[in-house]
Structure formats: structure tokens, C-alpha cells
């Protein structure tokens, strides 16, 4: 139990182009997720927190016009990377709250903007 | 600002032997605390999570809590080369389910 998915895996887009990742919780719902993104060698940095049917919170420094989140079902919450540079190219990882404020991760996805 | 710190090592063990990974956190409020294990290249996966203070085994993992001196463990006993990994401590300060996750520790199993 407590599966969550992401979906692409991997993608290469030019620079100025908007990518949109979804992730998904299969065999729970989740009021909740999360958006976070990892560079090479560093630690998770939370993004942003998305709630089911109300705007998501970002974290100091994001950008919230450039990282679009929607979370319009309790099983799937979106993220799209508008007009991405090759500076956003990084692995990005979305979880889940499930039971007792357990987060579950999706795999990743991993970006590169050329 | 609210820490969470752990020695990002990297922490060397033969196979077999116990390896013991620890974690701080600065919030005394927080309640639950998580330990997920990260494969290079990959996403988190959770190991364990424990809310009372004491020790919590499953199987040849074992977390400790210690709310008075703010800290919190895993031990991995007989440990194995598939046991390399980077294992994240995070915990929960009741921001509706954020966590706040160390930097890590890396661990390396040699045969």
C-alpha cells in the first residue's frame, strides 16, 4: 500500500518551454503533497505543499509564477515548470501525506532543460 | 529556524557489523520522526517512523527516540552492502505534515 506515482520518469525540453509533472497517489487519497527538488549531492528542499481544492503554500525564495502547482483531486497534484532554463534542470520528487502524517514519495523526476 | 542535523558521513561499516546513524532536531515541540534510506540516482523510501520515546524495531532496524535530549536514531544490524545508501532523518513539526529533513548521512557497506 501507499503507492505514489510520477509521471514522466525523465524529459529534456528546450529552454523557454513549460514542462508539467503529475504525481499520484494510487491505493490512498491524499489531502496533501508535496513538491520538492534535489541537485546533485544536496539534500531534498521542500517547494512547495499542495492541498486538495485550495491554492498551494510555497516555501521562501519559490518562485509561484514560475512553479505552477494544482492539486484539483485528492489522488493526483500537478507541477508545471513555465518557460524552464537550464538552471531549473534538477530531480524532481513529489510525496504524499498518508496515515499518521507519513509522507510517501513518488520516484522522481528528473528534468533537463537543454 | 526550525533544525534538523545529522553527520553526512560518510560512515564506513564492514558487512555484519551494526551501523548507527544519528540525528538531532532543535524544534522540542515536534512529535513524529522519520527515517527514510535514498539510493544514489533515486527517490526517498521510508524505513521507519516512531512517535514515543524508546526504541522501535522492525526487523534488523531499529530507531531510538529521545524527546528530552532531542534525538533520534537507527541502528541497522547485520549490515548489508545493499544497505549503501544515504538514510535521511525527518521530522515532523506540525505544519500540517512538513517535514523537515536532514541533510543525510551517508552509509557504505563494504563486503
Known amino acids: 500500500g501507499a503507492v505514489v506515482s510520477q509521471h514522466p520518469s525523465w524529459v529534456i525540453c528546450k529552454s523557454g518551454t513549460s514542462v508539467k509533472i503529475e504525481c499520484r497517489s494510487l491505493d490512498f487519497q491524499a489531502t496533501t503533497m508535496f513538491w520538492y527538488r534535489q541537485f546533485p549531492k544536496q539534500s531534498l528542499m521542500l517547494m512547495a505543499t499542495s492541498n486538495e481544492g485550495s491554492k498551494a503554500t510555497y516555501e521562501q525564495g519559490v518562485e509561484k509564477d514560475k512553479f505552477l502547482i494544482n492539486h484539483a483531486s485528492l489522488t493526483l497534484s500537478t507541477l508545471t515548470v513555465t518557460s524552464a532554463h537550464p538552471e531549473d534542470s534538477s530531480f524532481y520528487i513529489c510525496s504524499a501525506d498518508g496515515a499518521l502524517d507519513t509522507q510517501y514519495f513518488g520516484p522522481g523526476t528528473r528534468l533537463t532543460v537543454l | 529556524q526550525k533544525e534538523v542535523e545529522q553527520n553526512s558521513g560518510p560512515l564506513s561499516v564492514p558487512e555484519g557489523a551494526i551501523a548507527s546513524l544519528n540525528c538531532t532536531y532543535s524544534d522540542r515541540g515536534s512529535q ?10 533515486k527517490s526517498p523510501e521510508l524505513i521507519m517512523f516512531i512517535y514515543s520515546n524508546g526504541d522501535k524495531e522492525d526487523g534488523r532496524f531499529t530507531a531510538q527516540l529521545n524527546k528530552a535530549s532531542q534525538y533520534v536514531s537507527l541502528l541497522i544490524r547485520d549490515s548489508q552492502p545493499s544497505d549503501s545508501a544515504t538514510y535521511l532523518c525527518a521530522v515532523n513539526i506540525g505544519q500540517g505534515g512538513k517535514l523537515i529533513f536532514g541533510q543525510g548521512t551517508e552509509l557504505s557497506v563494504k563486503p
Open chain 2, 32 to 41: 513524529s520522526f522519520f527515517w527514510y534510506r535514498q539510493y544514489s540516482g
